[in-house]
Nanobody, 128 residues
Framework: QLQLVESGGGLVQPGGSLRLSCAASGGTLNYLAIGWFRQAPGKEREGVSCISISGSSTNYADSVKGRFTISRDNAKNTVYLQMNSLKPEDTAVYYC?????????????????????WGQGTQVTVSS
């Protein structure tokens, strides 16, 4: 059974950086598109970034474009989210999620309902 485990969250000052990792076990990432989502207190869970199976296609929410970078290392069964120039409004629990893709290796989506498998989340707090 596929399990996703996020790590790398923590407390960082505004303008700082963090790199989140999403490690998969019980299955291979080779056929999984991965999305990063976040949920702040009192708000709905929103899509942040996603990456296709091949890694050739990525997508970002407007709020993080130019600051966040998603990447994947299928050999390590891990997807990363590099977060730079962090702002207090980036504070949230960050989740990674997986979607099995059979045909379109360039498929990506920021829609929550497209992803059936989820990790437990990692807290990111941006504060001075």
């Amino acid at each position: 059974q596929l399990q996703l485990v996020e790590s790398g969250g923590g407390l960082v000052q505004p303008g700082g950086s963090l790199r989140l990792s999403c490690a998969a076990s019980g299955g291979t990432l080779n056929y999984l598109a991965i999305g990063w989502f976040r949920q702040a207190p009192g708000k709905e869970r929103e899509g942040v970034s996603c990456i296709s199976i091949s890694g050739s296609s990525t997508n970002y929410a407007d709020s993080v474009k130019g600051r966040f970078t998603i990447s994947r290392d299928n050999a390590k069964n891990t997807v990363y989210l590099q977060m730079n120039s962090l702002k207090p409004e980036d504070t949230a629990v960050y989740y990674c999620a997986a979607a099995r893709v059979i045909l379109n290796r360039s498929w990506t989506s920021l829609a929550r309902y497209e992803y059936p498998d989820w990790g437990q989340g990692t807290q990111v707090t941006v504060s001075s």
